[in-house]
């Protein structure tokens, strides 16, 4: 499974723009990690919204949409192969998440393959849509 994960989230590098659906995925096998249950269940993570002019993205969260939880948005190299991705660094601009980094890569049209880590242990899978 490790290797299809790998290959699937081989992007182009293009920057989103907009407000995304977000939908999580648990790794298979890894069950409900202290992570999940700490960050994304209290705030039902809905989506993002991405201002690629600044450089940065706001979460939006609950059931209503509140946009919050700011991040730095950079090309980088991922912490999963080592190829280039888009991360989502939480660790200058939030003091609730300052410990998460999200990565991602366009896998098509408008749709985006993620990962999220805890420090430098990757706990859930997630897409968003355009």
């Known amino acids: 499974m490790e290797v299809i994960a790998t290959l699937l989230f081989s992007g182009d590098g293009?920057?989103?723009?907009?407000?995304?659906?977000?939908?999580?995925?648990?790794?298979?096998?890894?069950?409900?990690?202290?992570?999940?249950?700490?960050?994304?269940?209290?705030?039902?993570?809905?989506?993002?919204v991405f201002d690629s002019k600044k450089g940065q993205l706001k979460n939006r969260i609950l059931p209503f949409g509140l946009n919050a939880i700011?991040?730095?948005?950079?090309?980088?190299?991922?912490?999963?192969?080592?190829?280039?991705?888009i991360v989502l660094d939480y660790s200058e601009t939030s003091f609730a998440a300052h410990w998460i980094r999200d990565e991602i890569r366009q896998i098509g049209v408008g749709l985006y393959l993620g990962k999220v880590y805890w420090d430098r242990t990757r706990l859930i899978d997630f897409a968003l849509k355009f």
């Open 14 to 48: 293009r920057y989103p723009r907009r407000r995304s659906a977000g939908h999580r995925h648990r790794r298979a096998g890894n069950g409900l990690h202290r992570g999940d249950r700490l960050i994304h269940q209290p705030l039902r993570l809905a989506g993002k």
């Open 70 to 85: 700011i991040a730095k948005v950079y090309k980088g190299p991922s912490w999963l192969d080592g190829n280039e991705c």
